[in-house]
């Protein structure tokens, strides 16, 4: 009799486990993004596209790398999270701040990229799931998506928190609020997973951008004065210590049998 580890395709899933330690990482990340943006950028004033630059390239550099490992290593996914949410907040703040681009304007402009990556993405593999991540093709649409919903992310952030001003508190709590109604449909209305996972996924990242903001920004300027070196620290610390763990423990890894799931 064949057993299941023979039936099990040679392409591995090249991304983790939907767990509590997944989300709290990826809100972690998306601050980071947030406060390590405007660290290099304006505290050590590299200016928005040395900056750029500079972010980009090690992003292409990690990303590379995680395409050649071809399966999930907690160390390199996640450096290309932070990365793509340090680059993602940096080409909003770029548009916004150096091209004159309204918030607004970027926000529904991301929003229009994001769908169109979506789009193109089912039509061309007819999924979405995240356990179906097992080749380069899928890989290469599933990092264009976490890259809009980044930009889309600090875009729709800073739009509900400063240009409506509302406030930093008051848009984390919009945003979790948001998220905890996707969750409550998932649980108790049995949504449909792959589209919970992709709406949380999404509105993480503006939580992160506010939580971040209120972290980092002077208590003149509606925040707690953590500066951005200090929320910096705190949170990459923290995400060093998960990635170990992660790393020791595998409580991460995607089950043999489930790599055979394709939802």
């Known amino acids: 009799m064949e057993s299941t580890l023979d039936t099990v395709p040679k392409q591995l899933v090249r991304v983790p486990e939907v767990t509590l330690y997944f989300w709290i990482i990826k809100i972690m990340a ?8 405007d660290f290099l950028s304006a505290t050590l004033n590299l200016g928005l596209v040395i900056t750029s630059y500079i972010m980009s390239g090690l992003l292409i550099g990690v ?10 290593i907690p160390a390199n996914y996640w450096l290309v999270v932070v990365l793509v949410s340090i680059v993602g907040t940096l080409i909003t703040d770029l548009l916004v701040d150096n091209l004159g681009v309204t918030k607004l304007a970027a926000t529904i402009g991301f929003s229009l990229a994001l769908a169109v990556v979506f789009a193109a993405w089912y039509l061309s593999e007819k999924t979405l ?10 890989e290469l649409f599933y990092w264009a998506t976490i890259f809009f919903t980044f930009a889309l992310g600090t875009a729709a952030g800073d739009l509900l928190a400063e240009a409506s001003g509302l406030g930093y508190f008051q848009s984390a709590l919009v945003f ?11 649980y108790f209305l049995h949504m449909n997973e792959i589209l919970a ?9 503006p939580l992160g951008a506010s939580t971040g903001d209120l972290l980092s920004q ?5 925040g707690l004065g953590f500066g951005t070196v200090g929320t910096s620290m ?10 170990v763990y992660l790393s ?3 409580k991460d890894q995607i089950r043999v049998g489930e790599e055979l799931v394709d939802n």
Do not use: C
Not at 176 to 186: E, F, N, R
Not at 234 to 243: E, G, S, V, W
């Open 63 to 72: 990303l590379l790398n995680q395409f050649r490992l071809k399966r999930y």
């Open 234 to 243: 705190i949170f990459l610390t923290t995400i060093l210590i998960l990635i």
């Open 129 to 138: 799931a995240m356990h179906s991540i097992r080749t380069a093709k899928r």
């Open 197 to 205: 996972f992709w709406l949380a996924y999404i509105l993480t990242r």
């Open 30 to 37: 998306t601050t980071v993004g947030e406060t390590a943006a």
């Open 176 to 186: 979790g609020a948001a998220i905890a109604l996707v969750a409550a449909a998932d």
């Open 248 to 250: 020791v423990t595998r």
């Open 218 to 222: 002077p208590v003149t300027n509606g």
